[in-house]
């Protein structure tokens, strides 16, 4: 059975990080990805990742946020840096958008709550 098991999130100043985790289990962690979803807004791809470790962003995150992975703990990271007030929102993991217009990636986690705020 697929869990993925997002942790990491809270309430953090403009300008400040975060590391998000991703504990999966029932699925490799080989193609993977983080989405948000912003208050009132539809849930948006942030970053990917692939299994030969290409990676893309959203251009609103570029050099801001890396998505990374630890095999051996089958969990998947997001840090995230120069935080924004439009970076706010529920993010979620799940596998890459690839795999999930394959079908796949069919089970969300709950997400973890990311609130920007001075």
């Known amino acids: 059975q697929v869990q993925l098991v997002e942790s990491g999130g809270g309430l953090v100043q403009p300008g400040g990080s975060l590391r998000l985790s991703c504990a999966a289990s029932?699925?490799?962690?080989?193609?993977m990805s983080w989405y948000r979803r912003p208050p009132g807004k539809e849930r948006e791809l942030v970053a990917a990742i692939t299994s030969d470790d290409r990676t893309n962003y959203r251009d609103s995150v570029k050099g801001r946020f890396t998505i990374s992975r630890d095999n051996a703990k089958n969990t998947v990271y997001l840090q995230m840096n120069s935080l924004k007030l439009e970076d706010t929102g529920v993010y979620y993991c799940n596998v890459h958008p690839s795999l999930i217009a394959k079908g796949l990636g069919q089970n969300w986690g709950q997400g973890t709550q990311v609130i920007v705020s001075s």
């Open positions: 029932g699925i490799s962690i080989d193609a």
